[in-house]
């Protein structure tokens, strides 16, 4: 293919495209179509437990909804979603024409709709879809699992094959395609954490691959790996996950804290502060998230041994994770800052994301942990790290560079009022959460107790109204398209200075065939 | 994009792929043994150790351990199963022997493996089985019963603050894993 | 130092704290106030350590937070670009920079110290004078006393709550989904040591009054400890997600003065000598209807319905079981149907209840068989006689 004519027309564009920004795109709208689905799950959890009482869903069905909402979240909304981001920006940064493996990019895509149509079509099979949680520990998984978990393991793996072809590419893109004088102290933020994150990426996806490897074998073909029966261990099971689901959390927030190193200076009006730092202490966290994943089983019985060893290097994590936050406040610190909604965005990211390394902190400490462990406490946690961390992120990135990617702007008024109520509704669902878990509610329940009654009530509300708040979102991207102001400025941010700000808006077909010249 | 650069550009996936494959062969089959022997070692889940020989029966006539012995019968394990002393008091180092009784309560031949656990587990090294029915897969023909046979010794070295030690068996019925193994032993022969 | 440290800290949030205490309640004996915004410090020493520790580091991160946020906000607002056109050009000072990764480690090491100094004291389970064996099933908890001299006392312990307080028919009771028909009882200052395991998949048995969580494994055995300083009853849930009826699992804890622990136990181990007598005796139809009607509500209703019409299980009315021969009915109930939901209820029940809630279901729902088993029949069907 020539490498200066525009797009190919009609579907074929999409089925056949190797053209990175095509490919974000499409990465981009899917996660949004997921992120809906896997949102529309948590409305009917968050409606189930508006009252006690069983009143809208049967346990049953309870728990295959909690199951997919965790799975279609992290695998189908937050980690396409940032391969999205990765496709249409690392080149732009970079100043590279393309992905490093173009043709691959467009299969690691291309096997995500049928992964999760499959994923998604396993809670109409008979028995029902996974029941077990997103972590599916066994045996719940294996030997008590619905025949649909075969399904599910399939679709583990069809998702692992299309992260780990995506990461090849991204680490490929960046080593080898970096234009003339882009060493690798002066990449932006974004492209250094997401090079990390794809190595973890590499790293731990075929973990997770053996993990279910295993489980498809016990349940298939008469192995024992995770059956005391036979000389196996259910221990064993979660020991081999969270070898793969600490980093995995790490991978998820990672590229938002690449994000968020790019919103802040820009709308700072000054350099990120300690570059050079922010690059060591995402490295530390990444080497870090190797070594602590008994954090998630304490309650396991662990040797003492174990357990301490576990606890301190958790509380690592601290350290890199602290300086990260004091490096964003510090390059506001005298700046000269606007608030346009991916700067409202990002400041509520680093301040929900730094309220949720707290509770983090806490839950590290093993003993309190016995407390707070499998309690709401720990969904409260987890969520103001996933949700104010990546989908924050996430949402600052789509306002921060859909005028690039356009050539619209974005309608401010409607931005701000969807941060603002995305703000408060995220509170209001997940502050009251930590309430409910540190007075005893257990997570994954369907019906609960009158004491917590009225805080979960309250986290409905919460929820119903961030819910809606996505709708907002997706209609001011529609109508950013269709009607959006026309940008022609190539900077678009008064602040902006990554190299993506030099192309021309909206970022033509192609960019960098002839590549920039960095000093 | 010049030619060195796809070459680059191939090599470098070559060898991430080959990371891929090694961190999924570190999964299933490092992980898996890794475990096992870190259990064996640090007495994770209270495991215990295989056949143990004698290599010194001197003992300790200073100290006494309470070994206590309960039973399980997992999920439908429908057979009659309890120790027949719920404990011993035995000097550290001196070999002791008591027995499990066993009842097949079904009118078929049924095959059961009984899966030791020791609290607290850091007691789990120290703890060594000279002879054990849990080394072996234990049949029982339709109605039969039997007195399975556990020998053991407490380490001299068992920490000086533990005092009491707690076994737990829990049988697994595993009549058809039995028969598989039969049948592809037969198989194979 | 560390004590020192929280003192100071605790002067400096005094405030903070006011409007805390606002919130937290006291002891959760029976079920905690609603509202609760706190960890319960529970009823034992070791639950007030985990307390103490949980508020030291929530304590640490209020000022930090306030530290950091204050620089941030004080940023957004005093160098918006309205009022701080030029913004300075900064952007490393390895001083700084150094300064603030030493900080965060050094606050790390004062929470370390008390941290390990309780989880080495939750470890000691030595010399515990009492021994429970806590076992998980998909869905309840059996509990079992380990008698050193003699038979162990043990039973299973179930949901209470009717149906129709979940299917919102019902008013709520104030322990809803708190409640159990038999409560594991155990003696006030005593160091009573609690070994978990479980029957089937993973379960965890958490009681935060007792301060205790540990997960039930199937094959293997956890300890824990408690010793309970208050007398009264404490409830806690299954935290672990184990299947379907995972919200559905309670645990209710009894703690009670010694003489009255030791009334209990006899009357239990009276309880299990007389199920033996029971054995002996010929029950008339009646008499197995009655009691059996009792037993169904607590083991079979949850799945079969509470009139025979089947959920989960199958429907028991009309049923070519519950109208069939009576050793078809017999192996269905002592050992269950491999692959369902159907557990062998023969490990389960005693001989007694057993032959009750057989004659029960082939003589209600309109089922209207006429026959009956006595427990010795059940003993023999065990026996595989």
């Known amino acids: 293919m020539g490498a200066h004519h525009g797009p190919a027309k009609g579907l074929t564009r999409w089925l056949f495209t190797t053209n ?176 990390i994150t794809a190595f973890l990426l590499v790293a731990v996806m075929p973990v997770l691959a053996g993990a279910v490897t295993m489980m498809l074998m016990d349940i298939h073909f008469g192995t024992s790996f995770f059956s005391a029966a036979g000389g196996g261990d259910p221990v064993l099971f979660q020991h081999v996950f969270w070898f793969f689901g600490h980093p995995e959390v790490y991978i998820i927030i990672l590229p938002a804290f690449g994000v968020v190193s790019e919103v802040i200076p820009t709308f700072s009006r000054k350099p990120l502060f300690g570059y050079d730092s922010m690059v060591y202490a995402t490295s530390s966290i990444a080497f870090l998230s ?58 509520a990211k680093v301040f929900l994301f730094t309220v949720g390394g707290f509770s983090g902190l806490m ?100 929820a119903f109204i961030y819910g809606s708040s996505q709708l907002l979102f997706l209609f001011n991207i529609v109508r950013t398209i269709t009607h959006g102001k026309p940008v022609t400025d190539a900077k678009v941010w008064e602040g902006g200075t990554t190299l993506e700000w030099t192309v021309p808006t909206p970022a033509p077909y192609h960019t960098f065939t002839t590549p920039p010249e960095v000093k | ?50 056949q143990y020989t004698v290599v010194d029966s001197q003992i300790d006539t200073n100290r006494t351990v309470k070994v206590q012995f309960v039973a399980q019968n997992n999920e439908a394990m429908p057979w009659k199963f309890a120790p027949n002393t719920s404990q011993v008091e035995v000097h550290p180092g001196e070999s002791a022997h008591v027995t499990y009784y066993a009842k097949n309560t079904q009118d078929r031949y049924m095959v059961s493996q009984a899966i030791p656990s020791i609290v607290p587990s850091r007691a789990a090294e120290y703890f060594h089985k000279t002879e054990c029915f849990c080394f072996n897969q234990q049949p029982l023909a339709a109605g039969a019963d039997a007195d399975l046979a556990l020998q053991f010794i407490v380490d001299r070295d068992l920490p000086e603050d533990i005092h009491v030690i707690t076994l737990s068996y829990t049988i697994f019925d595993v009549t058809e894993m039995a028969a598989k193994q039969d049948s592809v032993a037969a198989a194979s022969k | 130092m560390y004590l020192q440290a929280r003192r100071l800290l605790k002067l400096a949030l005094s405030p903070v704290l006011m409007l805390l205490s606002l919130f937290s309640t006291g002891a959760w004996a029976e079920t905690g106030a609603r509202w609760q915004t706190n960890m319960t410090p529970g009823i034992t020493e070791v639950g007030h350590k985990i307390y103490d520790l949980h508020m030291w580091v929530f304590y640490v991160c209020v000022v930090t937070g306030i530290l950091v946020f204050g620089v941030m906000f004080y940023s957004v607002f005093a160098y918006r670009k309205d009022r701080h056109p030029e913004p300075a050009t900064f952007h490393e000072n390895t001083k700084v920079e150094i300064v603030w990764t030493i900080v965060p480690f050094l606050i790390l090491l004062i929470m370390v110290v008390p941290a390990t100094k309780t989880l080495i004291e939750i470890y000691d389970t030595d010399d515990a004078e009492l021994d429970i064996l806590i076992t998980g099933y998909q869905w309840k908890w059996k509990y079992e006393y380990i008698n050193p001299t003699g038979d162990n006392v043990s039973f299973f312990s179930n949901l209470l709550t009717d149906g129709a307080e979940i299917a919102n028919t019902e008013e709520k009771g104030s322990n809803y989904l708190l409640e159990v028909d ?22 965890a048995w958490w009681v935060p009054a007792l301060a205790v969580k540990r997960d039930a494994i199937p094959g293997f055995i956890n300890e824990a400890w408690t010793k309970a300083t208050e007398t009264g009853v404490y409830r806690g849930q299954c935290a672990e997600l184990c299947g379907r009826n995972h919200g559905f699992m309670p645990i209710v804890v009894n703690v009670v003065e010694e003489p009255e622990y030791n009334a209990w136990l006899a009357e239990k181990q009276a309880a299990a000598a007389e199920i033996k007598a029971l054995m002996a005796k010929d029950f008339s139809l009646d008499e197995l209807v009655a009691r059996g009607k009792n037993v169904y509500t607590s083991s079979c209703s949850a799945c079969h319905g509470a009139n025979g019409e089947g959920g989960v299980g199958k429907a028991i009315a009309g049923s070519p079981i519950a109208t069939g021969p009576l050793k078809g009915h017999m192996e269905v109930a002592v050992h269950g149907v491999s692959g369902t939901a159907m557990p062998a209820f023969g490990s389960q029940l005693n001989e007694v209840d057993l ?31």
Request: proline share 6%; with cysteine; charged share 10%.
């Open chain 1, 290 to 347: 190797f070594i602590v994943w008994a954090h998630h089983m304490y309650t396991v019985g662990m040797p003492i041994a174990g357990e301490l060893f576990f606890m301190y290097a958790t509380m690592l994590i601290a350290v890199p994770t602290a300086a990260k936050v004091f490096n964003w406040v510090t390059t506001m610190f005298k700046g000269s800052i606007t608030l346009e909604t991916p700067m409202l965005f990002a400041i």
């Open chain 1, 20 to 195: 990175h920004k095509d490919i974000g795109t499409m990465y981009l709208w899917f996660s949004f179509a997921m992120f809906l689905l896997g949102g529309s799950f948590a409305m009917i959890i968050r409606a189930e437990l508006f009252q006690p009482g069983l009143q809208i869903v049967q346990p049953e069905f309870f728990n295959q909804m909690t199951t997919m909402h965790g799975l279609v979240m992290v695998f189908g909304a937050i980690m396409p979603a940032f391969v999205g981001l990765a496709n249409w920006m690392i080149p732009l940064m970079i100043g590279a024409p393309d992905m490093a493996l173009p043709r691959m990019n467009n299969w690691s895509f291309w096997i995500l709709p049928p992964t999760f149509l499959l994923l998604a079509s396993t809670l109409l099979m008979d028995g029902g879809g996974p029941n077990f949680g997103w972590t599916f520990y066994a045996p719940l998984s294996t030997t008590y699992a619905p025949p649909s978990v075969t399904f599910f393991i399939f679709a583990v793996h069809a998702m692992g094959i299309s992260s780990i072809m995506g990461s090849i590419n991204i680490i490929a893109t960046v080593v080898n395609m970096r234009a003339p004088g882009m060493t690798y102290m002066k990449m932006p933020m974004f492209v250094w954490t997401w090079l």
């Open chain 2, 1 to 50: 994009m010049t030619q060195t650069t796809d070459k680059n550009i191939a090599k470098l996936s070559i060898k991430l792929l080959g990371l891929v494959v090694v961190m999924f062969a570190f999964a299933m089959w490092v992980m898996p043994p890794l475990y096992n022997a870190l259990c064996e070692v640090l007495g994770i889940n209270g495991k215990t150790g295989q």
């Open chain 3, 355 to 385: 032959a009750a809630v057989i004659t029960y279901q082939r003589n209600s729902f309109g089922n209207n068989m006429g026959d009956m088993l006595q427990p010795v029949d059940i003993y023999k069907f065990k026996k595989g006689q």
């Open chain 3, 182 to 203: 038999e409560p594991v009882v155990i003696p006030v200052n005593k160091k009573v040591r609690f070994l978990v395991t479980a029957n089937d998949v993973l379960h």
């Open chain 1, 363 to 462: 839950l590290a400490i093993a003993p309190a942990d016995f407390q707070y462990h499998d309690s709401y406490f720990v969904v409260a946690h987890f969520h103001y790290t996933m949700v104010a961390g990546a989908i924050f992120a996430l949402s600052s990135a789509v306002y921060y560079w859909i005028p690039k990617w356009t050539g619209k702007m974005y309608n401010e008024t409607m931005g701000k009022t969807h941060f603002w109520i995305s703000f408060i509704g995220f509170n209001l669902t997940f502050f009251p959460q930590h309430f409910v878990g540190l007075a005893g509610m257990p997570r994954r329940i369907p019906d609960y107790n009158l004491m917590f009654a009225d805080f979960n009530m309250m986290s409905s509300i919460g």
